[in-house]
């Protein structure tokens, strides 16, 4: 079992910067592969960003790439979602979430259905 917590959302303006982090309850932390998702109020939980258990491949969806980056620091068993130039339409609800990838498998999960483990969630509002 994996226990996720995330913390630093928060109440933003337009332009505003945070940074999110989610630490994992693991030691084997290494082997999880980690992704962000948001869920907007009445919207499904979409993908926003997600990054490989190894060689740090990362993928992003299309209207964060260029604003968020998604980071691992393995020695703090934790990883981070640094988000720039904040708009309200990424207004939401964000969760962390993990799954364990054999040690060959390199892949980056972007499927809600393909993580085992996801934290509570921490809000972030972005007001214009």
């Known amino acids: 079992q994996v226990q996720l917590v995330e913390s630093g959302g928060g109440l933003v303006q337009a332009g505003d910067s945070l940074r999110l982090s989610c630490a994992a309850s693991?030691?084997?932390?290494?082997?999880?592969?980690m992704g962000w998702f948001r869920q907007a109020p009445g919207k499904e939980r979409v993908f926003v960003a997600a990054?490989?258990?190894?060689?740090?491949?990362?993928d992003y969806t299309d209207s964060v790439k260029g604003r968020f980056t998604i980071s691992r620091d393995n020695a703090k068993n934790t990883v981070y979602l640094q988000m720039n130039s904040l708009k309200p339409e990424d207004t939401a609800v964000y969760y962390c979430a993990a799954s364990f990838l054999s040690p060959s498998d390199t892949k980056v999960l972007v499927a809600p259905k393909e993580y085992r483990f996801w934290g509570q969630g921490t809000q972030v509002t972005v007001s214009s």
């Open positions: 693991r030691l084997t932390f290494t082997m999880l592969a």
């Open positions: 990054i490989s258990r190894s060689h740090g491949s990362t």
